[in-house]
């Protein structure tokens, strides 16, 4: 369960880098327009930016951002205090402290998952709409939400792997 948790965390993480990647050329595609536009403005002409470029990335980096937090705590990339801990703390403690935070952490997503619901539904109700686009916002929960999900089974998996203990004894 654990290696299939981490593969879902990495596809999940690479779906997120594609967004990240079309943030970036869209931003790229509006800072050469408006490139253009002073050049043009030399001539009389006049170059347009991208009309909603700030609902776009506002509404995709949400996403985006939190897609990458299960990879993340796949691959224990998340900031700790080994140094501390491995030199002052028993290895024992180490574990026990491993498993405490993979608990919290856990407990952490699961209720960014379920308050990040209530807001989807209040967004949905509220008939929420981008300002620019116009485009419903509620879709763009969906996936922090799964991010939220997947974060917590990460956690749990690989607290009942021992995955804590591997790193501590690694």
Same mark, same amino acid.
């Given at each position: 369960?654990? #290696?299939?948790?981490? #593969? ?10 594609? /967004? ?17 536009? #002073? ?5 009389? =002409? ?12 506002? !509404? ?9 937090? %299960? ?18 703390? %028993? ?8 498993? /405490?935070?993979?608990? !919290? ?55 009942? =792997?021992?995955?804590?203990?591997? #790193?501590?004894?690694?």
């Amino acid at each position: 369960m654990q #290696r299939l948790l981490h #593969r879902a965390a990495a596809g999940w993480a690479i779906a997120g880098g594609a /967004l990240l990647f079309a943030i970036v050329a869209v931003t790229v595609t509006n800072a050469a327009a408006f490139t253009l536009d #002073r050049v043009a403005a030399l001539v009389g =002409a006049d170059v347009a930016g991208l009309p909603g470029y700030e609902d776009f990335v506002r !509404l995709c980096v949400s996403a985006a951002a939190l897609m990458l937090l %299960p990879y993340c705590q796949a691959r224990k990339g998340h900031v700790s205090v080994d140094i501390f801990a491995e030199t002052l703390v %028993p290895r024992r403690l180490q574990h026990a402290l491993d498993a /405490l935070w993979q608990v !919290l952490m856990a407990a952490l997503a699961v209720f960014m998952a379920y308050q990040m619901t209530l807001g989807m539904i209040e967004t949905y109700q509220d008939h929420v709409l981008s300002r620019v686009l116009g485009w419903q916002e509620w879709p763009f929960y969906l996936p922090g939400i799964l991010s939220m999900a997947l974060w917590a089974a990460v956690c749990a998996a690989d607290l009942a =792997a021992g995955a804590g203990r591997e #790193r501590a004894d690694g």
